[in-house]
């Protein structure tokens, strides 16, 4: 028997239980948190167009002219009008001739990268890379090697042990959880040197980051030299859902192969309409990614003065490494009680000893209350007993029996030297 309770005991004991937090209204800069208005620092919806009025018409105009739900999978009845005027337009702004859209960023990341990679061919996966795309590596049952953090020495090495057999390189250009960027350039140097397949899933660049909110790659002007770009609908955008964009071909194939287009509903209706919409709106006004740029310049700013170290961020996505989930979850109770909601990143999605505050800019914030923000989150703290200006112990996780969630196959030598994403499920076997 599946025991629920005892695992649920479990969770707790490990520290990992989860509280959900009700917000009412709108998702803005500020919400309201059981009953107190806050200001939002741990939302993906970095343009504020989630509860933009345009974008809230045109998904209502679309539950009346379309109806909810699309009925159906896109390759049954389910791919309407109104899917295949985003997936045009998806196409055009990601700079590819075609895009196919998902119903959720990690329908696309795990279904495409089970169907490009097969057993019998490596993937080469960043030590960082969100749940998503881990889930696909195991979906595709294809060897996984992962490749420290950046570190294209590491990867370089991987895919010369791998030569001649079917590979694909997956990465995130803006890293969800440290707000770094991957070294594009070189992965795409390595990818056409060796001749394998080069993922980039760009959910949280998607609308923040290159001309006109149209990412990473777009930033080093790499759009057409990788095989699939992954972009979603629920960050920046606004609404719900993903997207994939690549040559025809490759569409086409995904539309074909990725079990997660072809065993889903299509996405619904207003959803995509919403995504429609926010999506004319940053072209019409690409001001907004300068703003948020500037928000996020002042928080890094106002945090720095606090003495916080902010790793290798350079974009709207901020985190404050303290090394201890309990200490996260304690500063942000602390901020929160001062209205200043922030969202601790704890175990399973780092490791213990990487445990963070998240904080994620809105370009909708205002400077000064960004200002404010980061005084309080310096003050609580300090109050909960860490001091911004000390360093933390990265290197050695602190608890003896973590696993990480990938290990590389190809040679023990490579063990990352420190932990990566993981799961709960992995921690409670051990515990
Ligand atoms: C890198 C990355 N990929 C995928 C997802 C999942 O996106 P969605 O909520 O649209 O499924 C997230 C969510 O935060 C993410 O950070």
Redesign the pocket.
């Known amino acids: 028997m599946i025991e629920i309770e005892a695992r649920l005991s479990e969770l707790r004991a490990m520290g990992l239980w989860r509280r959900i937090r009700l917000v009412s209204g709108p998702q803005g800069p500020h919400v309201v948190l059981d009953g107190k208005p806050v200001l939002l620092l741990c939302s993906?919806n970095y343009l504020g167009l989630a509860n933009h009025p345009r974008v809230r018409e045109a998904a209502a105009d679309a539950a009346m002219r379309w109806g909810v739900g699309a009925g159906a999978s896109r390759v049954a009845s389910g791919t309407m009008t109104v899917h295949r005027r985003l997936e045009e337009r998806l196409a055009a702004f990601s700079g590819r001739e075609s895009a196919l859209l998902f119903g959720?960023?990690?329908?696309a990341?795990a279904g495409v990268i089970a169907a490009l990679a097969r057993p019998g061919d490596v993937v080469f996966s960043d030590q960082d890379n969100?749940a998503?795309?881990i889930d696909g590596c195991r979906l595709s049952r294809a060897e996984v090697f992962v490749y420290d953090h950046g570190d294209t020495e590491h990867l370089a090495w991987g895919l010369a042990q791998a030569q001649g057999r079917s590979a694909l390189i997956v990465t995130?250009s803006v890293f969800?959880l440290d707000g770094d960027v991957a070294p594009l350039e070189d992965l795409v140097e390595l990818a056409q040197h060796h001749r394998v397949r080069l993922l980039v899933?760009e959910?949280?660049a998607t609308g923040t980051l290159g001309p006109g909110g149209r990412g990473a790659l777009a930033e080093y002007g790499l759009e057409d030299q990788v095989d699939v770009i992954?972009g979603?609908?629920?960050?920046a955008l606004g609404s719900?859902?993903?997207f994939v964009a690549g040559d025809r071909v490759m569409i086409q194939y995904l539309l074909n192969a990725a079990r997660t287009a072809i065993f889903s509903t299509a996405p619904p209706p207003p959803a995509v309409a919403g995504a429609l919409a926010a999506l004319c709106l940053l072209e019409e006004r690409p001001r907004l990614v300068d703003k948020l740029r500037l928000a996020a310049a002042t928080l890094r700013a106002g945090l720095q003065d606090e003495g916080f170290d902010l790793r290798a961020s350079g974009t709207h996505v901020l985190p404050i490494v303290v090394g201890d989930p309990e200490l996260a979850v304690r500063i942000c109770e602390l901020a929160l009680a001062r209205g200043v909601f922030a969202h601790p990143i704890v175990p399973p999605a780092v490791p213990a000893a990487e445990a963070r505050v998240r904080l994620a800019v809105m370009a909708s914030h205002r400077a000064e209350e960004l200002r404010a923000a980061a005084v309080v989150l310096g003050a609580v703290a300090r109050a909960a007993g860490f001091d911004p200006r000390a360093s933390v112990a990265f290197d050695e996780p602190d608890e003896p029996d973590y696993q990480p969630d990938q290990e590389p196959q190809l040679d023990e030598r490579y063990q990352p030297a420190h932990a990566g994403p993981f799961d709960y499920e992995r921690i409670a076997h051990a515990a």
Do not use: F, P
Request: aromatic share 0%; hydrophobic share 25%; no cysteine.
């Open positions: 993906d959720s960023h990690l329908e990341s969100h998503s795309l995130e969800s899933d959910a949280h992954i979603s609908l629920g960050k719900h859902g993903g």
